[in-house]
């Protein structure tokens, strides 16, 4: 089965303690796209502007993607510059030009109208409920947001959610969405927004999924070279809808192997600037570290 | 085969945002060796005052601890009060009294000097090299410590490390002593030290344990009802070296199972004041969870 991601497309520019990039292939939807890619063939909905060269569109065709949705406009592609504190823990944003992404609305092409699998990536909960509007009756919708939606769009966010299947966020996201300081408190108020399922990111801790009636507890992969953490969460979660859409399930023994392949892709992320580590590694390297993090953390 | 204990007895005045408890029955060696006693016989070596009352001793008696180790001397029981901040993520001390314990030193009886396994709970390091100064050929020895003692007695704790098979201490601490901020560079640092195996506590997201060539990571397990996160830490480690002992084995498949019922009995601990919940359980609740935290992270 294919996956329809639908986020943002932009240039990073990104500064951390060790070294810098500064015009990195980055966007939600695109680190979604190439995780995802490594699984299942994957529909692309974002908008580009005229300065995204053909290096970038061949990247996302050599991984599968098919690029009919992305839109190119008059204009530059969305820009962000950020640079991280040493350890990593903490994010400076320095620019935010929006560009061409400023007026998006997600178009979606007539041949991925019924696509099964849908991961609505990060971007304002608006556009995520247009892509919903413009489907047909999906198998699973998977969404993820980020603080500022908490922030400013709280009410549109809260009625995405009545029409997601699983809500994927990060443990802060969490806590400030539900109010609630205990994380498994968080989580279970998140499923009576309406999701079945909440997937809580943690970083170096790994994951935890939640339904009313299961609990599992994804590891993180241990990375001991972090260089740059931008789009880690975005590739957990795209390798886990594209593990989803190549297994045609949702089920909780697919999802929980979808999350360690999710920590796996993210593992790959996090160790180089922007897609520079995921353009290297194959489907091998994946199921090698695959193969570890199961092994770490069996019981016999 | 038994655990000797040594460490703090205290009574522990705690506030939190929900309670208080005025007058718990507290202590590195406490928590350990209640833990502990849940699975194998346990020998206690501390020391309290005056005040120490029948209740306390009965208590103890009545999980297994042999106390022919705890020297009752003239004066007060170390007391020690502190108040948690909302979420518990901080913890200020508004009181230490040593009391009977500022010239504390370990005096371990000749029965329990040939004990297979050793838990130095937390004391300062060069009271933990005194107990294993008076012991013989330990099977395994297992400590734990805090940031204190990293703070003021950092070249003790270094020294005692080359004599440790198990270093227990929880993640700030493993960056604070190894100047490393990536946990798993900061594990393996820690295995220079001396220690064969390192065991990270990272409270709500659980433990990773590391050895050379090994890594195994346990998930918490997941409590929604915080009281009093006192003695999690201590109970964790307690209920690892009773179940090591109780299968008198330190493979890796044991300790994998042991890092789970630490999780477990921890998760018992913080949902009382001080032992409150864990003198009301019995293993049959401790098993029952087990099988839980086995469920949420089972990958099939």
């Known amino acids: 089965m294919s996956v329809l991601i639908v986020g943002s497309v932009a240039f990073d520019s990104i500064e951390t303690a060790t070294g810098s990039d500064p015009r990195a292939l980055g966007g939600s939807a695109t680190y979604g796209s190439v995780a995802a890619g490594f699984f299942s063939p994957?529909?692309?909905?974002?908008?580009?502007?005229e300065d995204f060269d053909q290096e970038n569109i061949d990247l996302l065709a050599s991984r599968g993607v098919d690029l009919e949705g992305l839109e190119r406009k008059a204009g530059r592609?969305?820009?962000?510059?950020?640079?991280?504190?040493?350890?990593?823990?903490?994010?400076e944003t320095l620019t935010t030009d929006l560009n061409v992404f400023a007026d998006f609305q997600p178009h979606i092409p007539e041949s991925y109208r019924s696509t099964p699998y849908i991961f609505l990536a990060n971007i304002a909960p608006n556009l995520q409920q247009m892509v919903l509007e413009q489907t047909d009756d999906p198998m699973l919708v998977v969404a993820d947001t980020m603080n500022l939606w908490i922030d400013i769009q709280r009410d549109d966010l809260l009625e995405l959610l009545r029409?997601?299947?699983?809500?994927?966020l990060n443990d802060e996201e969490a806590r400030m969405l539900t109010g609630e300081t205990n994380l498994i408190r968080?989580?279970?108020?998140?499923?009576?927004?309406?999701?079945?399922?909440?997937?809580?990111?943690?970083?170096?801790?790994?994951?935890?999924?939640?339904?009313?009636?299961?609990?599992?507890?994804?590891?993180?992969?241990?990375?001991?070279?972090?260089?740059?953490?931008?789009?880690?969460?975005?590739t957990f979660a795209g390798a886990l809808m594209g593990y989803l859409a190549a297994h045609d399930s949702a089920s909780e023994e697919v999802i929980r192997r979808g999350l360690l392949l999710g920590s796996v892709v993210a593992s790959f992320t996090v160790e180089g600037f922007g897609l520079d580590r995921l353009r290297e590694i194959d489907e091998h390297a994946i199921e090698q570290r695959y193969r570890e993090l199961r092994s770490y953390c069996t019981v016999e």
């Open 42 to 49: 994957v529909q692309l909905v974002g908008v580009v502007g």
């Open 77 to 91: 592609t969305f820009f962000w510059a950020g640079k991280y504190s040493e350890d990593f823990s903490e994010r």
């Open 163 to 168: 029409s997601v299947d699983v809500f994927v």
């Open 186 to 234: 968080a989580g279970r108020r998140l499923l009576t927004y309406g999701p079945s399922r909440a997937i809580i990111k943690k970083g170096e801790h790994g994951a935890v999924s939640l339904t009313e009636d299961s609990y599992f507890a994804a590891p993180a992969y241990p990375t001991q070279d972090v260089v740059d953490p931008t789009g880690a969460g975005d």
